[in-house]
C-alpha cells in the first residue's frame, strides 16, 4: 500500500509530505493544493501501468512549482515521490521530471527499507532521448548500467530489464514490484450527475470513471451479489431523500435500461433522473465503495493474489453537492469499508466533508495549509 506522498516541488507544494492512511480526506483553503495531491497519486499509477510521461502529466508546465524559474539552459522541472510498504518494507519511490522546454524524467531513484539504493537514473546526455540507469546487483559487478528510456517510469521496466539472478537483483525486483502493485490499482471517480440522469445501453457492467453507465452497473450487480445490493439499498435510504425500498435498472422498450429508486410506501417509483445532484454523486460513491475491482474499470495486478491487492479509490471533491447527513453516511461508510483492508478512499472535502471526518473514527483529516499559511512558514 502506499503510505506516504511527497512533492517535493509541485505546484504550490514545496517539500510536502502527505501521509495516506486507508481513508484520507485532504482539507483546506481554496489554492491548499489539495487536487494536486490526487494528481501526483494518479499519474504515478499511469506510470506504474507503462503509460509515457506525456500521457501522466498532460500539462508538464502547470505542474512547475509556483514562481520557479528557468536555468541558464532554459530547464524547469518540479518532483514527486511515494512511499509503499508491503513484504519488502517501506521502499521509496522519487521522480525528477523536466517540463521544459521539453518532457522527460532526468532522475528516478528507487531506495529500500535500509537507505540502499536500488535503482537510479541519471540524465546525462540532453541530446538524446534516454537516461543513464543503474541498479543493484551484489554479484561479481556490483552495480549494472544500461540506457532507458527518458519518458518511461524505470521502475516499470525493471521486471523486463532486471536478470533476477542475484541477491541484489532480487532485492531491486521485490522493490519494484511492491511499487507498482501499490500503485496501479486505482481508480479516479468524479461522477457526473448531468450524465447519470441519461440511460444507458447494456454492456459489460464495469463502471466509469464518471459514472455515467450507472444504470448498466446496477443491472449487472443486482443479479451478482444480492448481499452487497441490499447493503447499496440501505446506503440508498440513508442518504436519499424519502424512503427507499429497493434500487435497480429496468429495460426500456428500445433496450435500454434506467435506474429507479422504488419507494417503500405504495409501489412508487423515481427514475434516477428526477433526484438532485448530491443524492446521484451520493448514491455513485457508495456503488463504487460497495462494489469492487471486478466492477470497476480499473487495472488489477492480476499476477498478484487478491488478497494481498488494495484497491485505491481517487475521489476528488468527495463532498461536492452532498449535504451534512450525506456527507457523514457517505464517510461513515468509506471508514466502514477501508476498515476492512481490501479498498482505500483518498479524496478532497470541503467544511461539510472536513466536519464530517472530524466525527468519524478511522477517517485521516489532512489539512493542508493556505498560500497565506505557506508564506509565513506555517503548517498544520
Known amino acids: 500500500m502506499v503510505t506516504e506522498l511527497r512533492l517535493s516541488a509541485f505546484r504550490a507544494h514545496r517539500g510536502a509530505v502527505l501521509p495516506v492512511r486507508p481513508l484520507t480526506l485532504f482539507a483546506g483553503a481554496s489554492g491548499s493544493g489539495k487536487s494536486s495531491a490526487l494528481e501526483v497519486f494518479e499519474a504515478l499509477a499511469l506510470l506504474a501501468g507503462g503509460v509515457p510521461l506525456g500521457g501522466a502529466f498532460p500539462d508538464p508546465a502547470g505542474c512547475v512549482p509556483d514562481g520557479a524559474r528557468a536555468d541558464r539552459q532554459g530547464r524547469r522541472g518540479f518532483r514527486v515521490g511515494c512511499t509503499a510498504e508491503g513484504p519488502a518494507g517501506a521502499v521509496r519511490l522519487d521522480l525528477a521530471v523536466q517540463a521544459e522546454p521539453r518532457l522527460r524524467i532526468v532522475g528516478e531513484r528507487l531506495t529500500g527499507p535500509d537507505g540502499r539504493t ?6 546525462r546526455d540532453p541530446a538524446r532521448p534516454v537516461v543513464h540507469a543503474e541498479w543493484h546487483t551484489a554479484g561479481p559487478t556490483p552495480v549494472t548500467r544500461a540506457p532507458l528510456p527518458d519518458d518511461r517510469l524505470a521502475t516499470a521496466l525493471a521486471p523486463l530489464r532486471v536478470a533476477g539472478r542475484t541477491d541484489g537483483q532480487l532485492r531491486v525486483l521485490a522493490a519494484a514490484e511492491q511499487i507498482l502493485v501499490a ?3 486505482v481508480f479516479p471517480c468524479d461522477p457526473q450527475p448531468h450524465r ?33 445490493h441490499a447493503r447499496l439499498v440501505a446506503a440508498a435510504g440513508a442518504g436519499c431523500a424519502g424512503p427507499v425500498r429497493g434500487l435497480e435498472a429496468r429495460t426500456l422498450p428500445d433496450g435500454m435500461l434506467r435506474a429507479v429508486l422504488e419507494r417503500a410506501a405504495g409501489g412508487v417509483v423515481t427514475p434516477l433522473e428526477r433526484l438532485g445532484d448530491g443524492e446521484l454523486r451520493y448514491l455513485a460513491l457508495s456503488l463504487v465503495l460497495l462494489t469492487g475491482p471486478g466492477v470497476l474499470a480499473v487495472d488489477q495486478a492480476l499476477e498478484v493474489p487478491g488478497a494481498m491487492q488494495a484497491l485505491t479509490v481517487l475521489a476528488d471533491g468527495l ?4 449535504d451534512a447527513r450525506q456527507a457523514r453516511e457517505l464517510t461513515a461508510l468509506a471508514a466502514r ?18 466536519a464530517a471526518a472530524r466525527g468519524t473514527a478511522g477517517a485521516t483529516l489532512v489539512e493542508l495549509p493556505g498560500p497565506e499559511d505557506r508564506e509565513a512558514g506555517r503548517t498544520r
Open 337 to 354: 469499508i477501508c476498515g476492512d483492508g481490501h479498498m482505500r478512499l483518498i479524496g478532497t472535502v470541503g467544511g461539510t466533508g472536513a
Open 196 to 228: 447519470m440522469r441519461q440511460p444507458v445501453a447494456p454492456g459489460e457492467g464495469r463502471l466509469r470513471r464518471g459514472c455515467d453507465n450507472l444504470a448498466e452497473v446496477l443491472y449487472r450487480t443486482r443479479a451478482d451479489c444480492r448481499t452487497r
Open 118 to 123: 536500488l535503482l537510479a537514473t541519471a540524465l
Open 319 to 322: 463532498d461536492r453537492d452532498l
Open 183 to 185: 500503485l496501479r490499482s
